[in-house]
């Protein structure tokens, strides 16, 4: 049986340029591949653009340009750098492309008919930039430490998966497989996380809100 190993990156945001950032991580994705290829492993190396969402639809705005153009035009740029960098990748995914939303919609489907999907109404702090509902104890000084601004509060209908029912079944799993995470540093970070409720995931928005995504199956006004 032959062995493969799969890698991949983050799939970047296209609000903004291609910066070092993303090539110090696309360098680290290469280098993995090249080095597993020695020793005759089977490696997939993918990378791509994530170009659907709230602060995609703000970006575009702000360039007067139509969503789709404005993707186009930023996730060119990436697969330009990667090739200027002599990147070795087997595919650029781009989530406006048919072949992802059609499994979107596939994985979507199959996790609302188990039952693990439900629409509620939900008041909280939104930040923009991390495109989630955050706590207040995950900002500093009311502010979201990632983005330096402080979320927005909100009212609205969303749908959410079922996250806290697989809570003990993931911690679990963590633990059974010490492996399943690495290094041991961010394991255990998991495993504390995942010692109180981590609640329900919100997986929507309302389209008339963001227009900009990919519209649930069952549901076309929430994408």
């Not at 993707?71 to 330009?80: D, P, V, Y």
């Not at 609302?112 to 991390?130: N, Q």
């Amino acid at each position: 049986m032959n062995r493969t190993f799969y890698v991949t990156t983050p799939i970047y945001y296209v609000n903004a340029h291609p910066h070092i950032g993303h090539a110090y991580t696309t360098v680290i994705g290469d280098f993995l591949k090249r080095f597993y290829k020695l020793d005759e492993i089977d490696v997939h190396y993918l990378t791509g653009t994530d170009e659907h969402g709230e602060k995609i639809y703000q970006a575009a705005k702000e360039s007067s340009l139509p969503p789709l153009q404005f993707c186009n035009e930023i996730s060119k740029r990436f697969e330009e750098a990667w090739n200027v960098l002599n990147i070795d990748n087997d595919d650029f995914i781009r989530t406006t492309e048919e072949r992802h939303k059609k499994v979107v919609n596939q994985i979507l489907k199959t996790v609302y008919d188990r039952g693990d999907i439900y629409y509620d109404e939900y008041e909280g702090l939104y930040c923009v930039g991390c495109e989630r509902f955050m706590t207040e104890k995950e900002l500093v000084g009311g502010v979201c430490v990632d983005h330096q601004q402080p979320p927005e509060k909100r009212r609205e209908g969303n749908y959410f998966f079922r996250m806290e029912k697989y809570r003990d079944w993931l911690n679990g799993h963590i633990k059974d497989n010490p492996n399943f995470i690495r290094p041991v540093g961010y394991r255990n970070e998991v495993l504390g996380i995942l010692k109180e409720s981590i609640g329900d995931l919100s997986i929507s928005r309302p389209k008339e809100r963001v227009p900009w995504g990919i519209e649930l199956p069952w549901d076309t006004d929430h994408v």
